[in-house]
């Protein structure tokens, strides 16, 4: 299944309870249990339409996939990372900033959480 099939299903899927992509996420990141029982009532839906078993296996799939991918997007968002030589390098570890990896160019990838 492709990732544009994946977001339109889940498309369809906000639309039907007017809901955003991004506040289907924050449900499930506040209560997993609200988040699955509005999955369950989806599939209540889809039953009583008498969709195929294996294409309501799919809808979720492709939904618990693309709510996954928006919380790694929104999960990375929340930091800033900078490449900076050593020179300055105790400078920004004063500031907060954590050392994430020394490159072989000899600058270093540092983060921090915003």
Not at 2 to 24: G, H
Not at 63 to 90: F, G, H, T
Request: charged share 35%; net charge negative; proline share 2%.
């Amino acid at each position: 299944m492709t990732a544009s099939v994946r977001l339109r299903r889940l498309n369809l899927f906000c639309i039907q309870y007017a809901i955003s992509p991004k506040e289907l996420v924050s449900i499930g990141e506040e209560d997993a249990r609200k988040l699955e029982d509005l999955l369950h009532d989806h599939v209540s839906y889809l039953e009583s339409k008498q969709y195929a078993p294996r294409y309501i296996d799919d809808i979720l799939k492709a939904i618990k996939i693309a709510i996954q991918e928006l919380m790694k997007e929104k999960e990375s968002e929340r930091y800033d990372s900078l490449l900076i030589d050593e020179d300055n390098l105790v400078l920004y570890v004063k500031k907060g900033w954590d050392i994430v990896k020394e490159l072989s160019s000899g600058r270093i990838l540092i983060c921090k959480l915003v």
